[in-house]
């Protein structure tokens, strides 16, 4: 069976913020600033990417007090752990096909 794309994860911004998520072996929540660092993104456009993957379920969004600000705190669900893995087998598959002979 072939794996299919994931189209919530597919855009390139999601699928980095769900890579770094995915490669912490102790499932450990990433901050916003080090997700905003390894996204290239800008704090709105960060934002915006982590909601759409929240309303797919495939992240939790922890707000915690900081001082007199919140510290963001997201994880990885397994439903998004799942997706994601779903989404890299497609992507081999495609590496797969243009490196068989024939």
Do not use: C, W
């Not at 993957?53 to 752990?81: C, D, H, Q, S």
């Amino acid at each position: 069976m072939i794996a299919q794309a994931d189209e919530v994860i597919h855009q390139s911004t999601r699928l980095k913020i769900m890579a770094a998520l995915d490669s912490d072996p102790d499932r450990a929540p990433l901050d916003f600033m080090r997700l905003k660092a390894v996204a290239g993104a800008t704090d709105g456009n960060l934002g915006a990417h982590l909601s759409t993957l929240e309303n797919a379920g495939y992240i939790a969004i922890e707000k915690l007090p900081n001082g007199k600000r919140f510290r963001t705190l997201v994880t990885m669900t397994p439903t998004g752990r799942d997706a994601f893995r779903g989404h890299i087998a497609y992507l081999q598959d495609i590496l797969d096909a243009v490196r068989s002979p024939g």
